[in-house]
């Protein structure tokens, strides 16, 4: 049983009804090139299924679809496992679920919504760094969002104030880490900086 520390119900949604359009179109196109004269009809769903596992066939159909990276070699996705710490991390009005740490020589960080955080994870740690930084981070957050593009040229220098917010973050958030697997997509990469928004996160 692979116990979930977090999960984007948003994301996940958003992504699995993509998924479920694509595997339906391509039922319906096969159906009609062996029938072309039958018109058939085709639930492309026999029952609902959980978020956990809506979640799993998102990374399927993400790692089929080449998408995919690493931490040491990103794409537009990440799929990968680290050590890394997570909490909470709150101030004022703003608040984010934070998971970080150093992976290598690269500062990893993954940020969402901390309505996301599961169980035990949502009390795990409660951290405060700058009000400002939170409130940036979680703005900056969600990449999925069509409206995503609009917020980050709001910033003149996006990539420096991220890798200054993450830095900040990681000196604060100091439980143990802990060993977990996540997909996330990715917001920033550089050399030494990864930061990116994740689908879900799991204890590896």
């Known amino acids: 049983m692979k116990y979930y520390l977090y999960i984007s119900e948003t994301k996940v949604g958003m992504l699995h009804s993509q998924i479920g359009v694509t595997r339906f179109s391509k039922i319906k196109a096969a159906i009609k090139l062996k029938m072309p004269f039958f018109e058939a009809s085709v639930d492309s769903d026999a029952g609902e299924k959980s978020i956990y596992a809506k979640a799993e066939e998102i990374r399927n159909q993400i790692l089929a679809g080449g998408e995919c990276g690493t931490i040491a070699a990103p794409k537009a996705y990440v799929d990968d496992t680290a050590n890394l710490s997570f909490g909470r991390v709150a101030d004022y009005a703003a608040e984010i679920a934070f998971f970080g740490g150093i992976v290598g020589s690269k500062s990893v960080a993954l940020i969402g919504s901390s309505s996301s955080l599961i169980g035990a994870a949502k009390q795990d740690a409660n951290h405060t760094i700058d009000y400002y930084d939170i409130k940036f981070m979680a703005e900056t957050s969600d990449e999925i969002n069509p409206t995503f593009p609009a917020k980050r040229e709001r910033y003149e220098n996006f990539e420096k104030q991220m890798e200054a917010s993450v830095v900040d973050a990681l000196k604060r958030?100091?439980?143990?880490?802990?060993?977990?697997?996540?997909?996330a997509k990715v917001i920033l990469a550089s050399p030494n900086f990864l930061v990116a928004s994740p689908i879900f996160v799991r204890e590896a």
């Open 173 to 183: 958030v100091r439980n143990r880490p802990r060993p977990v697997a996540f997909v």
